[in-house]
């Protein structure tokens, strides 16, 4: 008799396991939200790799840790102008095969802004928001992105990887949603509203 898939009490699927976890602990905001999780899930669970292992797309679904870098005091966020996307994105990069998404943002994070990440008390170094993307450009694929939330002050980003991005700009939210879908990531006005609601309720908790 053959297995569906495998058994998540072998250590060697521990990670699996632990992504099946940070996937199933996110809250959906919205319909669309659910609906990802749930992809997201299936695709975990399958047994599929979920690590890219070549340059641009293979495999060709792979795992993405987002973080959304947010000056609480001044209530702005950063996005960075992604060259090769040609969007307004937050910063991130692709999960290495076996590394942890959390360390992942860390690696990331000082790559890409030269600082150390501070997970946002919001949501500690748990992601608040999954989507699944169909990127465009050279080398089509799909992206499964955790999206993390870091604490920094804006006037400690001095830097940042010009390499991959042109340019970085700090909006608050009413601007970031004010800016037209198709200049940002498809989920980024989404993401922004479900942030918004969790400050609230994290100010009121």
């Given at each position: 008799?053959?297995?569906?898939?495998?058994?998540?009490?072998?250590?060697?699927?521990?990670?699996?396991?632990?992504?099946?976890?940070?996937?199933?602990?996110?809250?959906?905001?919205?319909?669309?939200?659910?609906?990802?999780?749930?992809?997201a899930t299936r695709w975990i669970a399958g047994g599929a790799p979920v690590y890219r292992v070549h340059k641009p797309d293979v495999p060709s679904t792979h795992l993405v840790s987002y973080f959304v870098v947010l000056d609480d005091a001044r209530g702005q966020l950063l996005l960075v102008a992604h060259r090769k996307a040609g969007l307004w994105l937050p910063p991130g990069g692709h999960v290495e095969p076996g590394e942890d998404p959390w360390a992942a943002v860390v690696r990331e994070c000082r790559e890409e802004l030269g600082i150390e990440a501070v997970p946002s008390p919001i949501t500690g170094?748990?992601?608040?928001?999954?989507?699944?993307?169909?990127?465009?450009?050279?080398?089509?694929?799909?992206?499964?992105?955790?999206?993390?939330?870091?604490?920094?002050d804006a006037d400690t980003i001095t830097a940042y990887d010009r390499d991959e991005f042109d340019a970085i700009r700090w909006l608050t939210p009413g601007q970031l949603l004010e800016e037209p879908d198709d200049l940002l990531d498809p989920h980024m006005h989404r993401f922004t509203r479900k942030l918004e609601h969790a400050r609230a309720a994290s100010r009121l908790g």
């Open positions: 008799m053959t297995s569906a898939g495998p058994s998540l009490t072998d250590p060697a699927d521990q990670p699996r396991a632990h992504l099946l976890g940070l996937v199933g602990a996110i809250e959906p905001w919205d319909a669309l939200e659910r609906a990802h999780l749930n992809t170094e748990l992601p608040l928001f999954l989507t699944v993307t169909r990127t465009r450009g050279e080398g089509v694929h799909t992206d499964v992105s955790l999206w993390y939330v870091l604490h920094a």
